[in-house]
């Protein structure tokens, strides 16, 4: 068997940077989003809110929860997993939605990207359910574009609540949205 001893590995075209070091207790570092494997995390983004809303609409309306990622590649998947807090002052479906955007674009539904929970009919303003969705998404984009995602809420003209109860209650929670940029 043949042992070969470095610390440093560049690519022959790269001009003295680094790609892969190897320290001497044997820990790799390869630069950011670099290590390009079939199915592992490229990158990891999250955006959350504490802030509390109200909304009554018959429409789909933005909850404020969103988070934005440049992916690293062009083919890359996204992995969206959120989870979003909602009261309401009946019992009734909390609808919500992924949407997304590509770059300056605007936003649009992704089709089938949606959760609702049925909080039944002795539902009281003090309860507060989460919704959460995990979808993997295979949008379409140029090198260098972000790619914006946010969860859109339907309360079918209940009064619902995002991040606290409907009673007004002290309590609150924090809504969140994680993208993983996932390699293929």
Request: aromatic share 8%.
């Given at each position: 068997m043949s042992t070969i001893k470095t610390t440093n590995i560049t690519h022959g075209s790269n001009?003295?940077?680094n790609n892969i070091i190897l320290d001497d207790t044997g820990k790799v570092s390869i630069a950011a989003k670099k290590l390009h494997c079939p199915g592992g995390i490229i990158q990891v983004v999250q955006g959350k809110t504490t802030a509390s809303a109200t909304f009554t609409g018959t429409d789909f309306e933005d909850t404020g929860l969103e988070a934005?990622?440049?992916?690293?590649?062009?083919?890359?998947?996204?992995?969206?997993?959120?989870?979003?807090?909602?009261?309401?002052?009946?019992?009734?479906?909390?609808?919500?939605?992924?949407?997304?955007?590509?770059?300056s674009g605007s936003f649009s539904a992704i089709t089938d990207a949606h959760a609702m929970q049925f909080a039944g009919s002795d539902q009281t303003t003090s309860q507060m359910h989460g919704v959460d969705l995990d979808w993997l998404d295979d949008p379409s984009f140029s090198a260098g574009e972000t790619v914006t995602y946010r969860v859109e809420l339907n309360s079918d003209s209940s009064t619902f609540y995002v991040n606290r109860t409907g009673s007004g209650d002290n309590d609150f929670s924090t809504s969140t949205i994680t993208l993983y940029e996932i390699a293929k």
């Amino acid at each position: 068997m043949s042992t070969i001893k470095t610390t440093n590995i560049t690519h022959g075209s790269n001009s003295g940077t680094n790609n892969i070091i190897l320290d001497d207790t044997g820990k790799v570092s390869i630069a950011a989003k670099k290590l390009h494997c079939p199915g592992g995390i490229i990158q990891v983004v999250q955006g959350k809110t504490t802030a509390s809303a109200t909304f009554t609409g018959t429409d789909f309306e933005d909850t404020g929860l969103e988070a934005t990622i440049t992916p690293a590649y062009t083919t890359s998947d996204i992995l969206v997993c959120y989870r979003i807090y909602i009261s309401s002052n009946t019992g009734s479906w909390r609808k919500t939605r992924l949407a997304r955007k590509i770059a300056s674009g605007s936003f649009s539904a992704i089709t089938d990207a949606h959760a609702m929970q049925f909080a039944g009919s002795d539902q009281t303003t003090s309860q507060m359910h989460g919704v959460d969705l995990d979808w993997l998404d295979d949008p379409s984009f140029s090198a260098g574009e972000t790619v914006t995602y946010r969860v859109e809420l339907n309360s079918d003209s209940s009064t619902f609540y995002v991040n606290r109860t409907g009673s007004g209650d002290n309590d609150f929670s924090t809504s969140t949205i994680t993208l993983y940029e996932i390699a293929k």
